[in-house]
């Protein structure tokens, strides 16, 4: 049995109650916490956050998510086509590799934008680092984003990687793709899992109406489990940043990887970690 890393109180007292959002189970029901939320719709920096979701992002999320989605059909077909039956074995070693990766990948882009830089940053701030200041003071909100803002940020970095994997199966030989074939299928479902990341992401935070094959995945841990993700939304956000499937997260809290990540970082910038995070969570007007 492994020792929980937070315990039911700890998350109680310190995150949002996602599955209960009147409160009804709540043991905060003091007054000062009813006019001062410390998460939510309401609260004043994830409103602030909200309000900065411009059309210019909007038209590169549209953008990313038509391009990427094209590349995953043509990558499809090609892998099809060069699929041999005695490549069923490293494609399936080529699957778990491809999945480990996109959740340590998850983990670390997550953490970085978490952890380091500030929504005041030119270009990346309010395009890349906001959704992440927003998530952790209405970690709700993504359930209320449409397809194109949960998934166009994932899918853009997944555009580049298909489209090279589209460029190697266009321009080689045919005995060069079988050479390669188990390279090949690794980057196809590591891309994959890569551009899913987001939307499993949103499944974590959704506690109404989930189709039966996702709650399926994630109750056998196939993919990101509600109760899981739980653990990295407890004040102060500082561990399980995996979010593709989350199964590096117990190895990685248990070697102190992020924690160690951020001291030696510290120690070579003088940047505190999650210094912007703490600033808007305490914007309450
Ligand atoms: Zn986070
Ligand atoms: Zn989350």
Redesign the pocket.
């Known amino acids: 049995m492994k020792t929980p890393i937070k315990t039911d109180q700890e998350i109680l007292e310190n995150s949002m109650l996602e599955d209960d959002p009147n409160g009804n189970s709540s043991i905060k029901s003091n007054t000062a916490e009813k006019t001062s939320p410390r998460w939510g719709p309401q609260h004043k920096g994830a409103q602030e956050l909200a309000n900065l979701y411009s059309p210019g992002k909007r038209a590169q999320e549209i953008i990313c998510v038509y391009s990427c989605i094209a590349l995953m059909v043509l990558d499809f077909f090609l892998i099809i086509k060069h699929f041999r039956t005695e490549r069923i074995s490293v494609a399936f070693v080529a699957a778990f590799c491809g999945i480990i990766t996109a959740d340590f990948g998850s983990g670390l882009v997550h953490w970085a934008a978490d952890t380091w830089g500030s929504v005041d940053l030119p270009i990346i701030g309010k395009a890349f680092l906001r959704p992440f200041r927003e998530?952790h003071l209405d970690?709700t909100s993504?359930t209320r984003h449409d397809f194109i803002e949960t998934n166009g940020d994932n899918f853009m970095v997944a555009v580049p990687l298909l489209a090279t994997l589209a460029y190697k199966f266009l321009t080689r030989s045919n005995h060069e793709i079988q050479q390669d074939f188990a390279w090949s299928a690794y980057l196809f479902l590591c891309s994959i899992f890569v551009a899913m990341t987001n939307q499993i992401?949103k499944w974590?935070?959704t506690y109404w109406a989930l189709p039966r094959w996702v709650l399926f995945l994630q109750e056998n841990h196939i993919i990101l489990p509600r109760r899981h993700?739980r653990i990295?939304?407890v004040a102060p956000h500082e561990t399980y940043f995996c979010?593709t499937t989350g199964w590096l997260n117990w190895p990685l809290e248990k070697i102190r990887f992020w924690p160690s990540l951020e001291i030696v970082i510290e120690y070579l910038t003088g940047y505190k970690p999650r210094a912007d995070d703490m600033k808007w969570a305490q914007k309450v007007d």
């Open positions: 998530h970690p993504i992401h974590s935070h993700h990295h939304h979010i």
